[in-house]
């Protein structure tokens, strides 16, 4: 099994401010890696795959890096709409996601 | 618009079977992967599995044993059979498209294994 792992597990931002979150995978996945948004009560939104490719219609301030076992989503600038929790999900050998990390308001 | 719902009890008694219904709008279901994950507090979000339009599935070897889903292309809907349940099984389970990456899922919905 490919586990998993995200860093931090929270993180307490404000509006305008330059988020970084980190995934790690306990093998290499290539560039075979996932992001997705959460919001409770509401499905899931993906918003990069292939670690770095944006999903149409997600705003340009994702971005997406990384290959081989690291790997980073970048916000640019917060938004009140980014609040949320974000996980990772490889997809080189069946799927797994990462716990997720909570972004909330400092 | 792609959208995916998903229906079934939301109350399951332990050892019987849990039955999930997911109806697919705004795309045929004859042209895709289709994928049940679900979600709960002490295992995070974990794949089920996936179906083919061609019927063809692929499990996660951890559920394989008491999974077993299906398709109906011209109900456009697919389902989830997962026998033998306890109450680790409480989870939001999601259907979404995708054999990949998933890019539409639906709401959820929280099934409770409990007598």
């Known amino acids: 099994d490919i586990q998993m792992t995200q860093s931090p597990s929270t993180l307490s931002a404000s509006v305008g401010d330059r988020v970084t979150i980190t995934c790690r995978a306990s093998q290499s996945v290539t560039t075979w890696l996932a992001w997705y948004q959460h919001k409770p009560g509401k499905a899931p939104k993906l918003l990069i795959y292939k670690a770095s490719t944006l999903e149409g219609g997600v705003p340009s301030r994702f971005s997406g890096s990384g290959s081989g076992t690291e790997f980073t989503l970048t916000i640019s600038s917060l938004q009140p709409d980014d609040f949320a929790t974000y996980y990772c999900?490889?997809?080189?050998?069946?799927?797994?996601f990462g716990p997720g990390t909570k972004v909330d308001i400092k | 618009q792609v959208q995916l719902q998903e229906s079934g009890p939301g109350l399951v008694k332990p050892s019987e079977t849990l039955s999930l219904t997911c109806t697919v709008s705004g795309v045929s279901s004859s042209s895709n992967y289709w994928s049940w994950i679900r979600q709960s507090p002490g295992r995070g979000l974990e794949w089920i599995g996936y179906?083919?339009?061609?019927?063809?599935?692929k499990y996660n070897p951890s559920l394989r044993s008491r999974v077993t889903m299906s398709i109906d292309t011209p109900k456009n809907q697919f389902s989830l059979k997962l026998k033998s349940v306890t109450a680790a099984d409480t989870a939001v389970y999601y259907c979404a498209d995708g054999g990949s990456h998933f890019g539409y899922w639906g709401q959820g919905t929280l099934v409770t294994v409990s007598s």
């Open positions: 179906i083919y339009y061609s019927g063809n599935t």
């Open positions: 999900q490889q997809y080189h050998s069946y799927f797994t």
